[in-house]
């Protein structure tokens, strides 16, 4: 096998793991550069499988490697973790670049594994920090509004749609339903918040940047629980896909308004907060006429402003401090 060193210094081997809806494939490279390849579903009864697999080829620990794919990687980040292997969760922009430096064509899940696997053998990425119980509550909360206002949107829709008069008052009861849901995670989330010394300190400094209110401030807390240990304010804008793409061949550049490879929830929880804050804070708003003034389109100047909203969020509590608008991030 290939091995290389946890942080604690143990020597263990290492797993790349290639993460899809109803299964997950495995890879694990042996000394030659051959893989043990295997699928298993991507449910408690595969996890329980994969650790079986494991046992099976005298493996008893591991450092897996899994692209950032949300809910469908991290639980078997957490099943992993629990069993005191190595995790390391990583932007799939950076496995992919891995793969092109090598030349990789060839595009299977099987094949994926391996790149993942290569990828953790030679970049050694760091080891995943799981959430606190609290934190992943409040991550699962965040998550559940999400989804409950988005059915709510599509029945309020429905509601207007011609020929919902016969079945409005079905519609109407679901809204209510759906409404009532929202407020209840609505209050959970605030208690939890206001239960925590850490997560209450953390909401009262990214309330204080005008545009950031308490959903959107719940948001990030949720989705990016170890916001304060990222390296830099870039690294937290390419975390979020919040990093313009460039594409240049000679002498034309050509880019696009976002990445969009990273944390879609951060991404959309940010939106509205942006425009609001090209209105109301008066750091951002100059910002965002500075871009009026170069020629850049609406997209593009929102896009820079919500990635100014979270480069400020992370300085406000990185430093501990709330925000002033002398700040310049």
């Given at each position: 096998m290939v091995?290389?060193?946890?942080?604690?210094?143990?020597v263990v081997t290492v797993l790349g793991i290639d993460?899809?809806?109803?299964?997950?494939?495995?890879?694990?490279l042996s000394a030659d550069g051959t893989v043990r390849a295997h699928s298993f579903p991507n449910s408690r009864a595969g996890f329980v499988r994969l650790a079986k697999w494991l046992v099976n080829r005298k493996t008893t620990r591991v450092h897996a490697c899994l692209e950032a794919t949300g809910g469908w990687s991290e639980e078997l980040a957490f099943y992993l973790h629990e069993r005191a292997h190595v995790v390391s969760i990583v932007n799939p922009l950076a496995i992919k670049a891995f793969g092109q430096s090598l030349l990789s064509r060839t595009k299977t899940d099987k094949a994926d594994a391996e790149l993942i696997a290569r990828y953790c053998s030679a970049m050694k990425p760091a080891a995943w920090k799981p959430p606190s119980p609290t934190q992943r509550r409040l991550q699962q909360l965040v998550r559940r509004r999400v989804a409950l206002s988005d059915m709510l949107v599509q029945e309020q829709n429905r509601l207007e749609s011609p020929g919902a008069d016969e079945i409005a008052k079905s519609i109407e009861q679901t809204i209510a339903f759906l409404q009532d849901q929202i407020a209840e995670i609505d209050d959970e989330i605030r208690?939890?918040?206001?239960?925590?010394?850490?997560?209450?300190?953390?909401?009262?400094?990214?309330?204080?940047?005008?545009?950031?209110?308490?959903?959107?401030?719940?948001?990030i807390l949720g989705e990016?629980?170890?916001i304060t240990e990222f390296r830099s304010a870039k690294a937290i804008a390419a975390f979020a896909g919040l990093c313009p793409r460039i594409r240049r061949s000679g002498t034309s550049v050509a880019a696009s308004w976002l990445s969009k490879v990273g944390n879609r929830a951060v991404r959309r929880a940010l939106y509205l907060p942006a425009i609001s804050a090209m209105r109301w804070n008066p750091l951002l708003a100059a910002w965002a006429k500075e871009l009026r003034a170069r020629g850049k389109r609406p997209k593009q100047i929102i896009a820079a402003v919500m990635r100014r909203l979270l480069v400020l969020a992370y300085g406000v509590l990185r430093s501990g401090k709330a925000f002033d608008v002398a700040y310049r991030a």
């Amino acid at each position: 096998m290939v091995d290389i060193a946890d942080p604690g210094g143990t020597v263990v081997t290492v797993l790349g793991i290639d993460i899809g809806k109803a299964d997950f494939h495995c890879a694990l490279l042996s000394a030659d550069g051959t893989v043990r390849a295997h699928s298993f579903p991507n449910s408690r009864a595969g996890f329980v499988r994969l650790a079986k697999w494991l046992v099976n080829r005298k493996t008893t620990r591991v450092h897996a490697c899994l692209e950032a794919t949300g809910g469908w990687s991290e639980e078997l980040a957490f099943y992993l973790h629990e069993r005191a292997h190595v995790v390391s969760i990583v932007n799939p922009l950076a496995i992919k670049a891995f793969g092109q430096s090598l030349l990789s064509r060839t595009k299977t899940d099987k094949a994926d594994a391996e790149l993942i696997a290569r990828y953790c053998s030679a970049m050694k990425p760091a080891a995943w920090k799981p959430p606190s119980p609290t934190q992943r509550r409040l991550q699962q909360l965040v998550r559940r509004r999400v989804a409950l206002s988005d059915m709510l949107v599509q029945e309020q829709n429905r509601l207007e749609s011609p020929g919902a008069d016969e079945i409005a008052k079905s519609i109407e009861q679901t809204i209510a339903f759906l409404q009532d849901q929202i407020a209840e995670i609505d209050d959970e989330i605030r208690s939890l918040i206001d239960d925590d010394p850490t997560l209450r300190q953390r909401r009262d400094l990214l309330e204080s940047i005008p545009g950031i209110g308490e959903r959107t401030a719940a948001t990030i807390l949720g989705e990016i629980p170890n916001i304060t240990e990222f390296r830099s304010a870039k690294a937290i804008a390419a975390f979020a896909g919040l990093c313009p793409r460039i594409r240049r061949s000679g002498t034309s550049v050509a880019a696009s308004w976002l990445s969009k490879v990273g944390n879609r929830a951060v991404r959309r929880a940010l939106y509205l907060p942006a425009i609001s804050a090209m209105r109301w804070n008066p750091l951002l708003a100059a910002w965002a006429k500075e871009l009026r003034a170069r020629g850049k389109r609406p997209k593009q100047i929102i896009a820079a402003v919500m990635r100014r909203l979270l480069v400020l969020a992370y300085g406000v509590l990185r430093s501990g401090k709330a925000f002033d608008v002398a700040y310049r991030a």
